[in-house]
């Protein structure tokens, strides 16, 4: 367990890895990144059973999928603060030769992705199959994934939700960024999504609501309600109601920077919202 | 020239399902997934003996390809069964992202491949399968030609390690190969020799080119005949080495030309050894409803078809 003044500042330092990133390649998907930043750090810092080091197979530890793989940028910060690869290869986002691709990939060996994700839709069938593993070599270990509520119009999304349900997948934790915007606009604008809840529930899923899901203390309490929800049959749904651009006052509240790099100016004046706490890389 | 005898005719998706069985009892790793057609697919021997190895996803093929790429993660193969259209077409930015660029050791196995699926018509039959999977980088892609055959590359893709697209049909052809035959991926067979045409054919089509050759050799033309069984990675040196010798070639497969295995030939010939080529195929259609000799006769993918390309393709020469 981790307390939370350390997890915040672990969620400050990311923002900042995130905002240079996309700032210094202008380009990649700072709002999403930053919506999930409470929920990723501690995440990984706090809820996850994981292993020291890497391995593909993820065997006798918590195994964790990017569904929407455009928030990249703070996967990544993640994964680096954790100790999964050198922070320093943060400078390689997006650039020529890097193992940090546009989005999330196995490609080039980057240690902590086991999955390429960016298409999006397809994680949660991928996240079901590695569960269906687990229980085959009788590990107890928990799969998490996230995505995006607006990945949700995706139709492959229902069949694997249709699929975990009928077949019992209860050693799985799907959490939804639920921002209720996409690039175009709004979700209830684009396509509205009518209620989650009641859709997940209706599929046979369990299904729990973090209504803060910018507040550590409450991704803690919200995740280990999830986790004890585990093992009871059915396969465990978060709605994480996230704020996108949070911590930055001018990408909060609207949907303009999904996949906008800041200029010089706004990333001095982001940053100054959030002052270095661990290093920069 | 050799002669091959049908030891009686046996369709090549009971090769998939003996192999699938077999692999059930040797290879504990092994995973089946079907999407509601396990009957046509001939897994029922190994959903029978191995319950809970054996995945029922309905139909749903697009949840089919992601849940096997994630069944890879903590060491299990996955074979995933389903009529050859909706293996590949169908889930095609599924097998790109999750199983090919993510190199992810998936077996997509399809059956009722090519146009003698037959009376179900153009919805269900698949023509473009092998160009699909051979753009995709890192996929292997095998079209077999008889049940033996069909059956060894089944054991032989699960010693593999990646992604491989192993391709066959619904209908009884003849059986031929021998039944104890080692499957080596990439490495193609040569049937006869001959000097004056070599055809390389793959699937179904083979069979019909060992009977287009003895109508050759009555009419005084000697045919070599390749089994080319895996279309990537492709056995260049295979088809080099018999071109050097005939000096024209044809190639046979029941798929459209476009993408196809006669592309990939002439590719190969294109960059090392410029020669005469004609191709047995469909031209760039649709299927449609009929018995699959009907049809094979229709779109020109018989013996006869192999014949009149192997004389003119000689002329050119």
Not at chain 2, 108 to 122: N, P, Q, R, V, Y
Not at chain 2, 273 to 279: I, M
Request: proline letters at 3%; aromatic letters at 6%; charged letters at 20%.
């Amino acid at each position: 367990m981790s307390d939370n003044k350390s997890l915040e500042n672990l969620v400050t330092q990311v923002r900042r890895d995130i905002l240079r990133m996309v700032h210094k390649v202008n380009s990649g998907h700072p709002g999403g990144s930053l919506g999930c930043a409470e929920f990723l750090v501690t995440l990984y810092n706090d809820i996850m059973k994981l292993n020291d080091g890497f391995d593909m197979d993820g065997k006798n530890e918590d195994v964790f999928f990017l569904s929407n793989g455009h928030i990249s940028p703070v996967i990544y910060s993640v994964l680096a603060r954790r100790g999964y690869f050198p922070v320093e290869e943060l400078n390689t986002f997006r650039l020529l030769d890097s193992r940090l691709q546009g989005h999330p990939t196995t490609h080039e060996g980057l240690p902590g992705i086991r999955i390429a994700s960016g298409s999006l839709g397809q994680g949660m069938s991928v996240a079901i199959g590695t569960a269906l593993t687990k229980k085959l070599n009788g590990d107890d270990h928990l799969v998490y994934s996230l995505h995006g509520d607006g990945e949700l119009q995706e139709g492959q999304i229902w069949e694997a939700a249709m699929y975990a349900a009928g077949n019992k997948v209860d050693n799985y934790i799907a959490t939804i960024d639920y921002n209720q915007k996409q690039i175009d606009g709004a979700t209830d604008d684009v396509l509205p999504l009518g209620s989650l809840t009641a859709k997940f529930e209706a599929f046979g899923w369990d299904v729990l609501e973090i209504t803060d899901g910018n507040n550590i203390q409450a991704i803690k309490e919200g995740m280990a309600e999830a986790k004890a929800r585990t093992g009871n049959g059915k396969p465990v749904c978060v709605l994480l109601h996230t704020e996108m651009g949070n911590g930055v006052d001018f990408m909060m509240h609207t949907h303009a920077w999904h996949g906008k790099a800041p200029n010089d100016e706004q990333l001095e004046t982001a940053l100054a919202q959030n002052p270095e706490t661990l290093g920069d890389y | 020239m050799k002669k091959y005898t049908n030891t009686g005719s046996k369709d090549t998706r009971s090769g998939f399902g003996d192999g699938l069985t077999e692999l059930g009892k040797t290879n504990p790793n092994v995973v089946a997934l079907c999407a509601d057609l396990t009957g046509s697919l001939k897994m029922n021997a190994f959903k029978d003996n191995h319950p809970e190895r054996f995945f029922q996803i309905g139909i749903a093929e697009a949840n089919m390809i992601g849940i096997a790429a994630g069944m890879t993660i903590g060491g299990k193969i996955p074979f995933t069964g389903t009529f050859a259209n909706f293996s590949t077409g169908r889930v095609y930015d599924q097998i790109r992202q999750s199983v090919a660029y993510s190199d992810k050791n998936v077996k997509i196995c399809a059956s009722h491949a090519g146009i003698t699926l037959g009376e179900d018509g153009a919805t269900h039959q698949i023509l473009e399968d092998i160009g699909l999977m051979k753009m995709l980088p890192g996929m292997t892609v095998i079209n077999t030609c008889d049940y033996n055959q069909t059956k060894a590359a089944t054991l032989a893709i699960a010693e593999h390690h990646g992604p491989v697209y192993l391709r066959f049909g619904r209908p009884k052809v003849a059986n031929f190969t021998p039944e104890d035959q080692k499957f080596e991926i990439g490495k193609a067979v040569q049937l006869t020799e001959g000097t004056d045409v070599t055809i390389i054919a793959t699937g179904h089509l083979v069979w019909e080119a060992l009977q287009a050759a003895e109508t050759l050799e009555e009419a005084g033309i000697s045919a070599e005949v390749i089994n080319i069984h895996t279309i990537k990675p492709l056995d260049e040196e295979a088809i080099l080495t018999s071109v050097a010798k005939t000096g024209c070639v044809v190639t046979a497969e029941e798929h459209n030309f476009l993408g196809g295995l006669g592309e990939s030939v002439a590719r190969t010939l294109a960059l090392h050894k410029p020669t005469p080529q004609e191709f047995v195929a469909t031209n760039d259609t649709f299927g449609e409803s009929g018995t699959p000799a009907q049809l094979m006769e229709k779109y020109g993918l018989n013996a006869a078809s192999i014949v009149k390309a192997s004389q003119k393709v000689i002329a050119r020469k």
